[in-house]
């Protein structure tokens, strides 16, 4: 019984560590406010004078630099849609050296700006009673999980900010520069900002297919237009699980009953052996947390987020998981200067109260360190991947939380100590199936320098064919095919062992098929990209009926048909995941193409509008300028969100038939998505 209880404990927590290496999802949340531009004009006592452009970056984020290529990202850009008494001297130069690397999403060298950046365009005033300048910064900003369409913030300069009278000559028959169109232009920039309302009437012929159906939506409980950041809050669950593997180790699931009979043995009275064991487990909080927030402090959460992205942090974190790998099968020991905790246990000794058990948790974390520095590396490496100031604090919150628990516990209820599992063999075993794990991570790493670097060392059938082998030899290895220095005899093969072999195995076996090019949805957030694959047998796109919304609700009109309809981008990366992850399944792949009438809209579409349009939206005035502004108004306008990709099924009055669906590759979940649509348009019918 002790034994299968055991093996129920640490197969648990394997199954904890699974869930644990799982990636953050992405949802398609209405993000404000990723770049803030402010703008100035720099006079002097000369006819030049300079316009400011300067530029706050959320962070996270990165704010792509100009004239990259067509096939990129929207590349920055000043349009200047009017210019009255003035001429543009040169183009905008920015105050710093863009970061310039391989972008992994884009799959090509990109450059860009993060924190902030300052531009400046130098003209010459050569009729300063009528100088005016108008027009807008056309610009694109992306993060490590979502690419949000390109936006245009709208400026103007006028006399009013000039004091110098002084004046450069015009030069003869001189054609306004870096303008396009002057005169549609003009009458863009002069007439009144229009509401949306009006903006609605100007942009379709039917405008109740726009009518806003955010409370629509949220009435059917849709989960993508919550705008808290709720990332924090997971990496604390997943620093718990952390935390519960780490128990399980031969460094710290002995010390809990030692650490607890102490508490007992060295205070008669219970309640102040408790409130010692509390304060004990309270001291490793901290300790852990204050780790965290110094991590924070040291790095800053940008040069965090960089790190996470680098090629080199990656070559670095893969060397490092499977030094930690080889540590786990036994090779050696980890372990810091025994003088450190020395002088931590004699200060444990020397000093009296709330101070002593302080060090003797210090003490803790030191000696575990060969078990639960691996553990604690892959969780901020997880944590600085989320963008957030407070990730890694959270992340150690939960982690210390979890590892603090029973030694609090078992002080509070110390006749739990009797049924608790012995110390043993299955310790190591906990150790070197972390170590197959540690291995199987460490090839993420590497995948994420040899794509940005263009290595092709580790393409996809690569990385698969070494994963299909590191999970074999775990299963070998629990059915006692493979044994290591410090394993202990087992004397028969337990039932918990076997089908936790089995698992194994099966999973070594389902990515047999992806050496051919099988999808393999549940690896594909660790699998190299399908492009990267020099065989692949699968084939099988979806294509749009439609790309104009109009034209689109039209024929399913028509046709008698719901409309799905497709916010998506030429540079979106989790777009095309979606469409070669979910949409090539056999079954979403019917739907799609005989249930729906599917239209796509690029929010990115830079073919210009027959007239650019100023409107008025959230309080804030912006022009629209190409095709893609009015696809990403009809999506921020009318449903409420602004990131791709994003779906919602729609009747034939534009209204929704269920909640929207963003970035998520689990196909059953969209299939029932697509079937729930279906349905309600079913009912509404036969109304």
């Excluded at 052996?273 to 490793?284: C, E, H, L, N, P």
């Excluded at 490496?381 to 990730?391: D, E, F, I, P």
């Excluded at 294509?543 to 309809?565: C, I, S, W």
């Amino acid at each position: 019984m002790n034994m299968n209880l055991r093996n129920c404990k640490w197969m648990l927590a394997l199954a904890l560590l699974f869930l644990s290496m799982l990636p953050f999802g992405a949802s398609a949340q209405m993000f404000t406010d990723v770049i803030v531009w402010k703008t100035s004009l720099q006079d002097s006592d000369t006819p030049e004078k300079t316009l400011v452009f300067t530029a706050t970056i959320k962070p996270g984020w990165h704010l792509y630099d100009q004239n990259l290529p067509d096939d990129g990202p929207t590349s920055l850009e000043f349009l200047f849609d009017k210019i009255v008494g003035a001429k543009l001297v040169g183009k905008a130069q920015a105050n710093k050296a863009p970061i310039n690397k391989y972008d992994k999403q884009f799959e090509m060298d990109l450059r860009w700006f993060e924190s902030s950046v300052t531009f400046r365009q130098k003209i010459q005033v050569t009729d300063p009673a009528k100088f005016s300048i108008k027009g807008g910064v056309r610009f694109m900003a992306c993060n490590d999980e979502n690419c949000l369409p390109p936006e245009t913030t709208d400026f103007s300069f006028d006399a009013s900010m000039i004091k110098s009278k002084a004046a450069a000559p015009a030069t003869e028959g001189e054609a306004p520069l870096d303008v396009a169109d002057q005169d549609t232009a003009a009458s863009t920039t002069t007439a009144d900002s229009l509401s949306q309302t009006a903006a609605v009437g100007a942009l379709s012929s039917n405008a109740d297919l726009w009518t806003p159906v955010v409370s629509e939506l949220r009435a059917y409980g849709d989960s993508t237009l919550q705008q808290a950041e709720s990332a924090p809050w997971k990496i604390f669950i997943y620093g718990f699980l952390y935390g519960f593997v780490a128990l399980l180790t031969p460094c710290v699931w002995p010390m809990i009953p030692m650490t607890v009979s102490f508490f007992l043995k060295r205070n008669k009275d219970k309640k102040k052996a408790v409130r010692d064991a509390v304060t004990y487990g309270a001291s490793i909080i901290v300790i852990y947390v204050v780790l965290g927030l110094l991590i924070t402090g040291i790095f800053g959460v940008n040069s965090l987020n960089s790190l996470a992205t680098n090629a080199v942090f990656n070559i670095i974190f893969f060397l490092l998981l499977v030094v930690f790998a080889i540590s786990f099968f036994g090779a050696f020991e980890l372990v810091l200067p025994a003088s450190w905790t020395n002088k931590l246990d004699s200060k444990a000794d020397s000093t009296t109260g709330l101070l002593s058990i302080f060090f003797m948790a210090f003490t803790l974390a030191l000696v575990s360190f060969s078990c639960t520095g691996p553990i604690i590396g892959t969780l901020l490496v997880q944590a600085a991947t989320a963008g957030s100031k407070l990730a890694p604090a959270m992340g150690m919150l939960g982690f210390a939380t979890s590892l603090a628990l029973p030694f609090t516990l078992f002080a509070i209820f110390p006749s739990w100590l009797q049924g608790m599992p012995k110390s043993g063999g299955w310790l190591n075993m906990v150790k070197v199936v972390l170590g197959f794990l540690e291995l199987a991570l460490a090839l993420k790493f590497l995948s994420v320098a040899d794509l940005a670097y263009g290595w092709h060392i580790l393409d996809r059938e690569t990385f698969l064919s070494l994963w299909i082998v590191i999970f074999a030899l775990l299963g070998c290895y629990l059915l006692g095919w493979i044994r290591f220095s410090h394993d202990s005899e087992w004397p028969h093969l337990t039932v918990p062992r076997f089908m936790m072999a089995t698992v194994s195995l099966a999973f070594a076996v389902y990515m047999v098929p992806g050496l051919w090019g099988a999808p393999l949805k549940a690896v594909s957030a660790f699998a190299p990209p399908l492009h990267t694959q020099d065989f692949n047998l699968y084939s099988g796109e979806v294509h749009a009926h439609f790309t104009d919304y109009e034209a689109g609700m039209a024929f399913a009109r028509q046709e008698n048909k719901p409309v799905l309809v497709d916010f998506s981008g030429h540079g979106c990366v989790n777009c095309r995941k979606m469409e070669n992850a979910v949409w090539i399944d056999p079954t979403v792949k019917s739907m799609l193409e005989k249930d729906y009438v599917l239209i796509t809209l690029m929010v990115d579409e830079k073919k210009p509008l027959a007239e650019p349009l100023k409107i008025v939206f959230d309080g804030k005035e912006k022009t629209l300028r190409t095709v893609g502004d009015k696809w990403s108004y009809l999506q921020s306008s009318k449903f409420g969100a602004n990131a791709q990709p994003f779906y919602v099924a729609l009747d034939h009055e534009g209204k929704p038939l269920g909640a929207s669906y963003s970035y998520n590759e689990d196909v059953p979940l969209y299939i029932d998505f697509l079937k729930g649509g279906l349905n309600e348009f079913k009912k509404r019918k036969n109304k």
